[in-house]
């Protein structure tokens, strides 16, 4: 074991032991009520803050989806058997069951997923918050009575799906388990989730701990590989009867693909390219705080990041020139540190994408105001995957770095005239993910957030999301939603029930009525 980095292995098998995930290897899938190692090929996990070996753990494969989706549907069938009222009950008594637990949660997130250990903690919170906010939703699924022009009475039932497949990234695992998990099982299905192969343990963590506070054995599954083994064989499992897929537009087009084949209806939570737009009016000191959050918070690995900053031509030097200042004085460090506002970006092969984007956006005359390096003054552990707050200018909307997702902490500044060239700049992507309007005039505010095409748009803010509000995409972002009562619908579909209340049938359509 290397010595720079033998405490994070320590520290990481600590927890897994806490978590009774810890054996030769580490026990990376939940399923059927148990903790299994995989049966696959062997998959190495690099720690992000120094870029050495972390963990091993092997792939799940075919065999284990297998298993796990026989168990879902047994899970699912119990969990149904149960009353509306009960199922709300046992949610709510699972989200609590987190409880104790939440700094164990919050360390294993931080170590593997490298983010900083306030968000993580912030992110626990957020998982019990996206349980309890589902459970009171398990018995207020009502369906419906339509006022058919016939003798019938007609309802209309919304029913599960059965076992859903959940396929989720990297960034932000714990956190979107949860978002994925919780309306899923409050609509009455049972899951098979599989995280990303870089972040597999904090999924498997929350599963547990919820099932065994007392949910049916299976209902929740977790399975843990790569895409093109037990990602496909997830896909592409009969037993499967929805797709739920939170990644990159390109993975997810081979989802709805794999769904299509099989007549799967699947939703797609994909990528973005977020526009900021600062009017000369907004208040310079919340735009440019907004700004910052926007984009290097999570190190910008977050969908919703606000990597396009557009600010009106009046405004536009100051505005760059305090954002690079700021940018320059955010404290960037280990996560495990408390005071660490950015961390380093997750993984080698995310981190290379990022400066490589940089590289070629400066080849085309774009030029940086601050960043495009490694932070200076790192602990001397810290000789990971590590990438300073990036601003840069003189960018075209032609050039990839205007146009294509970065998913690290580099923002582009691009200055604009009038509403209208705001408007027309901000929607110029194939994405359509969030966006944000800073201006002290509310006519403007709302004429502009009502003319973006994206699923979410703040006014004077950015990245409030509450599990109570519908999230997703237009475009290559993606499609159907989650959070909220919408995401929630998007775990059920409907069954119409047609009941004859005539004395006599009305139904015959010539035949009947004393016929035969
Ligand atoms: P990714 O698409 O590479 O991987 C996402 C998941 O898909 C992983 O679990 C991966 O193993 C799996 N996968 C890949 N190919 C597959 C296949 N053929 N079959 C089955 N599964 C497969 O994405 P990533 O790099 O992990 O995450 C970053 C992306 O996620 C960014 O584009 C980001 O914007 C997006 N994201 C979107 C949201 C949202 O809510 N819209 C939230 C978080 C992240």
């Given at each position: 074991m290397n010595s720079l980095n033998s405490k994070a292995v320590e520290r990481l098998a600590e927890l897994l032991t806490a978590l009774g995930m810890q054996a030769e290897l580490p026990l990376s899938n939940w399923v059927d009520g148990e903790l299994l190692a995989g049966q696959g090929e062997s998959i190495e996990l690099l720690d992000p803050v120094t870029g050495l070996p972390l963990i091993r753990y092997r792939d799940a494969g075919g065999s284990l989806v297998e298993r796990a989706v026989a168990a879902a549907t047994a899970g699912q069938r119990e969990w149904m058997a149960l009353t509306a009222s009960e199922r709300g009950r046992r949610m709510t008594v699972a989200a609590w069951a987190l409880r104790g637990h939440e700094e164990t949660l919050a360390q294993l997130e931080s170590i593997v997923a490298g983010k900083p250990i306030r968000d993580c903690r912030g992110e626990v919170n957020k998982v019990r918050e996206m349980f309890e906010y589902y459970a009171g939703w398990c018995d207020k699924q009502h369906g419906e009575v339509i006022p058919v022009p016939t003798s019938h009475l007609n309802y209309v039932r919304h029913v599960p799906y059965g076992v859903v497949g959940q396929i989720t990234p990297w960034n932000a695992p714990m956190f979107t388990c949860a978002w994925q998990l919780a309306p899923a099982i409050a609509a009455g299905n049972g899951v098979v989730l599989k995280p990303s192969e870089m972040t597999p343990f904090s999924s498997i963590a929350v599963a547990m701990l919820l099932e065994r506070s007392g949910l049916p054995r299976g209902l929740i599954n977790i399975v843990n590989g790569v895409g093109p083994t037990t990602g496909a064989a997830l896909t592409g499992h009969?037993?499967?009867?929805k797709l739920v897929f939170v990644g990159s537009p390109e993975s997810g087009r081979r989802i709805a693909q794999a769904g299509a084949e099989r007549l799967v209806p699947s939703v797609l939570e994909l990528g973005g390219k977020s526009a900021n737009i600062v009017f000369a009016d907004a208040r310079h000191d919340d735009a440019v705080a907004g700004a910052q959050a926007a984009i290097f918070a999570a190190a910008g690995q977050?969908?919703?990041?606000?990597?396009r900053l557009l600010v009106q031509r009046e405004a536009f030097d100051e505005v760059c020139e305090r954002l690079a200042r700021a940018a320059g004085e955010i404290a960037v460090g280990l996560p495990s540190d408390e005071a660490t506002l950015m961390g380093p970006v997750q993984n080698a092969r995310q981190h290379q994408h990022i400066v490589s984007m940089i590289e070629s956006a400066r080849q085309r005359g774009a030029r940086l105001l601050c960043g495009g390096h490694r932070p200076q003054g790192l602990p001397q552990e810290a000789s990971g995957y590590f990438l300073a707050p990036t601003v840069l200018v003189d960018v075209t909307e032609d050039m990839a770095i205007a146009q294509e997702e970065v998913f690290g902490p580099v923002v582009v500044v691009m200055p604009f005239d009038a509403e209208e060239d705001a408007v027309r700049l901000a929607n110029a992507t194939r994405f359509g993910l969030a966006g944000a309007v800073w201006t002290q005039d509310p006519a403007r505010a709302h004429r502009v957030a009502s003319r973006l095409r994206a699923g979410t748009v703040w006014i004077n803010s950015y990245k409030a999301i509450n599990v109570m509000s519908p999230f997703g995409g237009f475009g290559d972002s993606g499609f159907g939603r989650s959070s909220g009562v919408e995401g929630l619908k998007e775990y059920t579909v409907t069954q119409s029930v047609w009941v004859e209340t005539a004395i006599s049938a009305s139904v015959a359509m010539g035949y009947g009525n004393g016929v035969g």
């Open positions: 009969a037993g499967i009867a977050s969908c919703v990041a606000g990597s």
